[in-house]
C-alpha cells in the first residue's frame, strides 16, 4: 500500500494581525479522500509536531468533518520530520494555509525529509501555499528542487484579491520565481494543477484534489 504525508504548518498567528491561521483544511481533507479512495495510506507531520494549527473549516463540508473526526488523534500529536524515515513514504504532499508562510521556508529538516523521498524515487507535492516548503529543498547537486520545473502556486494577484499581500513576509510566487521556477497559472481561485516530473503543485485550494489525482498518477508511472 502506498503511503503519503502530508505536511502541515505549526504556525497559528496571522502576522501581526491578531487572527489565527494554520493549514487549510479542506486542502487536506479533500486529496486524503482522493488517496484512501485509490488505496494509499495517509500519515502527518508537521514543522514543530504536537497539535496541528488549523484553518478553513466551514459549515458544509462534509469531505472536512469526516476527515477531522476520523484523524482527530492523528492530528493532535503529528511527528516532526527527524522522527521519520524517507523510506516509510511515497510522497509527500505540503499542504497550504496561510500559516506556512512563516515556518515552511525555514523548515530545513522537513525540507530534508522531502528530498529525501525524492531521491528516492518519491513523488513531492504541494498546494497553494504549501509551495512555500519547496523553497529550501535542493536535489544532490545543489541546485533547487524547483529550478527549470514547472510550478503551481498561490499567486501574487490572489494574495492581492484576499487582502494578504502586505500582511505575509514575502509573495511567495516571486520566491518561486527567484529559485529557478516556471510559474504556470489561471484565473483567481480556479482549479490548475501541474506535474513537472515527480513534482506535483497546485494554485489553490480548489486545486488540492487534482494535486492528489496527479500525485498518484506520477507515482505509478515513476
Request: proline share 6%.
Amino acid at each position: 500500500m502506498p503511503k503519503v504525508l502530508f505536511a502541515l504548518t505549526s504556525n497559528d498567528q496571522l502576522g501581526n494581525t491578531g487572527r489565527k491561521t494554520g493549514f487549510y483544511v479542506p486542502e487536506v481533507a479533500h486529496p486524503a479522500q482522493v488517496f484512501a479512495q485509490a488505496g494509499w495510506d495517509i500519515a502527518f507531520v508537521s514543522v514543530e509536531g504536537g497539535p496541528a494549527p488549523k484553518d478553513g473549516v466551514k459549515e458544509g463540508d462534509t469531505v472536512s468533518a469526516e476527515f477531522l473526526d476520523k484523524y482527530a488523534d492523528a492530528l493532535a500529536t503529528t511527528p516532526t520530520a527527524q522522527a521519520l524515515k524517507a523510506e516509510d513514504y511515497d510522497a509527500i504532499y505540503y499542504a497550504g494555509g496561510h500559516g506556512t508562510m512563516w515556518d515552511f521556508p525555514h523548515a530545513t529538516e522537513l525540507a530534508q525529509l522531502a528530498a529525501d523521498i525524492y531521491n528516492r524515487g518519491g513523488v513531492v507535492a504541494a498546494v497553494c501555499h504549501g509551495p512555500a516548503g519547496l523553497l529550501p529543498i535542493t536535489l544532490p547537486d545543489g541546485r533547487p528542487l524547483v529550478d527549470g520545473k514547472q510550478v503551481s502556486t498561490f499567486t501574487n494577484e490572489e494574495e492581492a484579491a484576499v487582502g494578504l499581500s502586505d500582511v505575509v513576509p514575502f509573495a511567495l510566487e516571486t520566491a518561486l520565481i527567484g529559485k529557478g521556477a516556471k510559474i504556470t497559472k489561471t484565473g483567481n481561485f480556479a482549479e490548475h494543477a501541474v506535474a513537472d516530473g515527480r513534482l506535483v503543485t497546485g494554485q489553490n485550494p480548489a486545486s488540492a484534489a487534482r494535486v492528489a489525482e496527479l500525485t498518484i498518477r506520477q507515482f505509478a508511472g515513476a
